[in-house]
């Protein structure tokens, strides 16, 4: 089984980093697609960045050119650096990991193995 555990995260001002990082355990040699889904109060849980086996990425458009995925994957580990942070990226941001390569990228059902969540906060 598959456990994936977040650090990072805080509370930073408008036009700021932070450094996300997930490290996954357990099995990691299944998985296909390591990456970042958010979830804001009162809102869906939505697609962020995920990076594949093959070294493909994915953004989200509204974080894309701001937000930078990497994965390393003889450390089973997945980075999210987010830079110009708005206020709209408040959120809690969940380190997901999936084994399929057939179900879709961007859909939060696609995916079998889900972090703790890390509380991103940007004020202004």
């Known amino acids: 089984q598959v456990q994936l555990v977040e650090s990072g995260g805080g509370l930073v001002q408008v036009g700021g980093s932070l450094t996300l990082s997930c490290a996954a355990s357990g099995g990691t040699f299944t998985i296909y697609a390591m990456g970042w889904f958010r979830q804001a109060p009162g809102k869906e849980r939505e697609f962020v960045a995920m990076r594949a086996n093959g070294g493909t990425t994915y953004y989200a458009d509204s974080v894309r050119g701001r937000f930078t995925i990497s994965r390393d994957r003889a450390k089973n580990t997945v980075t999210l650096q987010l830079n110009s942070l708005k206020t709209e990226d408040t959120a809690v941001y969940y380190c997901?990991?999936?084994?399929?390569?057939?179900?879709?990228?961007?859909?939060?059902?696609?995916?079998?193995?889900w972090g703790q969540g890390t509380q991103v906060t940007v004020s202004s």
């Open positions: 997901a990991a999936k084994r399929s390569t057939l179900r879709s990228i961007y859909a939060s059902t696609s995916y079998d193995y």
